[in-house]
């Protein structure tokens, strides 16, 4: 009788992964084409000089300035409340959550992790670039502004450049990066790019940021999005170990399978005592409840083996006897002399 190991969920998840083939061969991976590092490099140029017009508080500053003393969330209270949960999805929990769940299924359905995997890579990409931008320049946000017309940059805060900006491009730009049809692909840009351009502009509404952290928060999140290709054959090689490591796991927790019960596994089995082989372990099959049977003892004394018994008889047997026949345990007549 054979016992089959008990699959936990993780498992089962795992062997959807196991299913051929891997990956449809219609997906296709974005590479860095030389268009791409075109824009690439002009977005670079764009996020430098924006930096570098806030630092040297050039006409840029002046407008962040101009902007906030219109403050647009007096202009058109009507749409305040809307707007306060329209900036939601530019946060990072909701938004992620929300992504990872629609990746989730598309790792599901297409046997592979890359796509959990790339929003991973570009989440952590996000943490290390904007972060480190945020606490370097530490410029405050229009509410803790000290001197009018000032860019307010090295004094502490982690407003430049626009968190939610930044995170709205990549959360919602991963979805078109991983479009399996170019057709998808240019919808999915589309909607993104409106949804990251109503959220930055949102952020200045509500006069949480200036307008220069939101324009380089739209850049850091496209340089984060073109650099993506780079990083594949990172991503190809994490999917490549978890799997390997979920298979050491696996063989690490696999329990013993205990071989099949012969037929007749009740039957006792003799060993001659002169028997030179080894002794092999008896293993009791599984299913099979010992008999209630008090033990059978043989008697002491000789074993002969079958061929070398005599014939006997069976009682109340119709085959008259043989006359050579003896019974066990006595001697036959011998013939008298001179008879």
Request: hydrophobic share 45%; charged share 15%; no cysteine.
């Amino acid at each position: 009788m054979r016992t089959e190991r008990k699959l936990s969920r993780l498992d089962r998840v795992f062997a959807r992964l196991d299913r051929e083939p891997e990956r449809p061969t219609h997906i296709d991976v974005p590479r860095m084409s030389r268009h791409r590092v075109v824009l690439l490099s002009a977005t670079l140029a764009f996020y430098t000089a924006i930096v570098w017009a806030v630092v040297v508080s050039s006409w840029l500053v002046r407008l962040d300035w101009q902007v906030m003393f219109f403050r647009p969330y007096q202009q058109w209270p009507q749409i305040h409340a809307f707007l306060d949960y329209y900036v939601v999805l530019g946060q990072r929990g909701p938004t992620a959550v929300m992504v990872a769940a629609w990746l989730g299924w598309r790792s599901w359905r297409q046997h592979t992790l890359r796509p959990l995997l790339t929003l991973g890579a570009a989440l952590l990409l996000l943490n290390i670039t904007v972060g480190a931008a945020k606490y370097g320049m530490g410029r405050l946000g229009p509410h803790y502004a000290t001197v009018i017309g000032s860019n307010e940059m090295w004094h502490g805060g982690d407003i430049f450049p626009s968190g939610h900006t930044a995170n709205a491009v990549v959360t919602w730009g991963i979805l078109a990066y991983l479009a399996s049809t170019p057709r998808a692909r240019r919808w999915l840009s589309a909607i993104s790019a409106v949804t990251s351009l109503g959220v930055g502009l949102t952020t200045v509404y509500l006069g949480t940021h200036w307008l220069s952290d939101v324009l380089l928060g739209w850049a850091a999140g496209l340089l984060i999005l073109l650099a993506l290709p780079w990083f594949e054959p990172l991503i190809a090689r994490a999917e490549s170990a978890i799997l390997d490591l979920r298979d050491r796991r696996r063989s690490s927790s696999a329990l013993p399978v205990p071989t099949p019960a012969p037929v007749g596994a009740g039957s006792l089995v003799l060993t001659p005592r002169n028997s030179t082989e080894p002794k092999a372990e008896v293993l009791e099959p599984v299913g099979v409840t010992r008999s209630t049977r008090a033990p059978v003892y043989l008697a002491p004394g000789p074993y002969t083996s079958r061929g070398e018994r005599t014939p006997v008889t069976p009682v109340g047997s119709r085959r008259p006897q043989h006359p050579d026949r003896v019974s066990r345990g006595t001697t036959p007549a011998r013939p008298l002399a001179g008879g």
